[in-house]
């Protein structure tokens, strides 16, 4: 039996609802991230620093930092990307990394932490109890699935016995998104809708895009 290390439970305990582990882990990790720079790494200049070297960060993590609150440290974090703003339009000098922050601090500790995740996710594969959680109750999002898939040394065996559940699963959901549709005809309105069903069409948008940001 495999030793079940911090990143085994992570996992382990992400798989809920069919929902993909590895977005579910990097969105908390990203949500961790962003509450230590709201506390106090925006008094460090050079996480500041940092933020405006990349122009600020991606459309979906300010959107996502700033439902997080804080006044005061959006003033701090705004002040020099303003300040940094109106010092190029004296210069009459344009970034094109402004239009899309492809240095995003939060952007790039998901991306580190991502393919950390899917090989701890092929190796623990292999544990029947992990493996039997994430047949009853965990979904690979696709682009997971595509990023797993390509990564060096992952076993033949362990990423069909991963593809062949996920396969089931996205056949699950299309079941689903033709029972919406039929529901849309006269005919079948009446029909009872499961909660599953409720939010099956929300699941989808989720397995065809992964809901980390990090793929714009």
Same mark, same amino acid.
């Given at each position: 039996?495999?030793?079940?290390?911090?990143?085994?439970?992570? /996992?382990?305990?992400?798989?809920?609802?069919?929902?993909?582990?590895?977005?579910?882990?990097?969105?908390?990790?990203?949500?961790?991230?962003?509450?230590?720079?709201?506390?106090? &790494?925006?008094?460090?200049?050079?996480?500041?620093?940092?933020?405006? @070297?990349?122009?600020?960060?991606?459309?979906?993590?300010?959107?996502?930092?700033?439902?997080?609150?804080?006044?005061?440290?959006? $003033?701090? +974090? %705004?002040?020099d990307?303003?300040?940094?703003?109106?010092?190029?339009?004296?210069?009459?000098? %344009?970034n094109?990394?402004a239009?899309?922050?492809?240095?995003?601090?939060?952007?790039e500790?998901?991306i /580190?932490s991502?393919?950390?995740?899917?090989?701890?996710?092929?190796?623990?594969?292999?544990?029947? $109890?992990? !493996?039997?959680?994430?047949?009853? $109750? &965990?979904?690979?999002?696709?682009?997971?699935?595509?990023?797993?898939?390509?990564? *060096? &040394?992952?076993? $033949?065996?362990v990423?069909?016995?991963? *593809?062949?559940?996920?396969?089931?699963?996205?056949? @699950?959901?299309?079941?689903?998104?033709?029972?919406?549709?039929?529901?849309?005809?006269?005919?079948?309105?009446q029909?009872?809708?499961?909660?599953?069903?409720?939010?099956?069409?929300?699941k989808?948008?989720? +397995?065809?895009?992964?809901?980390?940001?990090? !793929?714009?």
């Amino acid at each position: 039996m495999m030793a079940k290390d911090m990143v085994w439970h992570e /996992l382990y305990d992400r798989m809920e609802g069919n929902r993909c582990p590895v977005c579910e882990l990097i969105l908390q990790r990203t949500k961790s991230f962003m509450g230590s720079i709201l506390y106090e &790494g925006v008094n460090d200049s050079s996480v500041r620093e940092k933020i405006k @070297s990349s122009y600020g960060l991606c459309n979906y993590h300010a959107s996502m930092l700033m439902n997080s609150g804080d006044p005061l440290a959006h $003033a701090l +974090i %705004y002040h020099d990307l303003i300040h940094q703003a109106i010092y190029h339009m004296n210069l009459g000098k %344009y970034n094109e990394e402004a239009l899309t922050h492809s240095r995003c601090i939060f952007c790039e500790q998901a991306i /580190l932490s991502e393919k950390q995740y899917l090989q701890s996710f092929a190796d623990t594969f292999l544990d029947a $109890a992990f !493996r039997k959680r994430y047949e009853d $109750a &965990g979904m690979l999002c696709y682009p997971h699935l595509v990023l797993l898939s390509s990564l *060096k &040394g992952i076993r $033949a065996n362990v990423l069909e016995g991963i *593809k062949k559940p996920t396969k089931q699963k996205y056949e @699950s959901m299309l079941k689903d998104l033709e029972e919406i549709q039929q529901r849309n005809d006269y005919r079948f309105s009446q029909e009872p809708w499961t909660e599953e069903l409720k939010i099956s069409w929300k699941k989808a948008v989720f +397995i065809t895009n992964d809901k980390t940001g990090i !793929r714009k």
